[in-house]
């Protein structure tokens, strides 16, 4: 376990459903990520908080919604998602951002598969 | 181009022998340098990380880096069945860019 959790770990839902994705993190770390990983595809960073601040949106539609209300725990909130959207979900955090702390610890993630 | 290069594979070995991972990159200012593991329906696991020119060995890993050919390499000596898995190159400047990841299979 490298002290990063998410919930769920499958997740099924219909393109008009609303769901949330859950990070936490034991190891006193300040940033956290969000990335997507698609089959074949390298991963694809989605949002980055560092001190719970939003330092990085790539692009990201709108039906993808990042909280960060600590240091410990992200949330991606889920709203009338597409069937592209199917994919593995990947938390992971740092001790900050920068260079040589930059080291990235990852959850388990979550596999999600919308209908 | 892409940012992060490696051969997707796979990459067969018997056990035992040498396997060797390459990674190209494209950010001249690029300033660290990490290896993942990732078996099937895992995350990412770190195995290695690197900044500055020249080898850093951890157990069977070795990581080699140049800088200026901006090329980065893992190694991995006896390798073992349990070896097998995707590895993913990350090469880090204000983001982390990663490679799609070359399959390691090590055959007994």
């Known amino acids: 376990e490298t002290g990063v959790t998410q919930t769920p770990r499958h997740l099924v839902m219909g393109m008009t459903n609303k769901k949330s994705l859950k990070c936490e993190q034991h190891l006193g770390h300040n940033a956290m990520y969000w990335y997507k990983q698609s089959a074949k595809k390298p991963l694809e960073l989605m949002f980055v908080y560092n001190f719970k601040e939003q330092t990085e949106n790539n692009s990201v539609p709108s039906r993808f919604s990042p909280e960060c209300p600590n240091s410990s725990h992200l949330f991606l909130h889920l709203h009338t998602l597409q069937p592209e959207d199917s994919a593995l979900y990947l938390c992971?955090?740092?001790?900050?951002?920068?260079?040589?702390?930059?080291?990235?610890?990852f959850g388990p993630g979550t596999r999600l598969t919308v209908l | 181009q892409k940012e992060v290069e490696q051969n997707s594979g796979p990459l067969s070995v018997p056990e035992g022998a040498i396997a060797s991972l390459n990674c190209t990159y494209s950010d001249r200012v690029s300033q660290s340098f990490f290896w993942y593991r990732q078996y099937s329906g895992k995350s990412p696991e770190l195995i290695m990380s690197?900044?500055?020119?020249g080898d850093k060995e951890d157990g069977r890993f070795t990581a080699q880096l140049n800088k200026a050919s901006q090329y980065v390499s893992l190694l991995i000596r006896d390798s073992q069945p349990s070896d097998s898995a995707t590895y993913l190159c990350a090469v880090y400047n204000n983001d982390m860019r990663f490679g799609a990841g070359t399959r390691l299979t090590v055959k007994p």
């Open positions: 690197i900044y500055s020119n």
């Open positions: 992971a955090s740092s001790l900050t951002r920068q260079g040589s702390y930059n080291e990235q610890f």
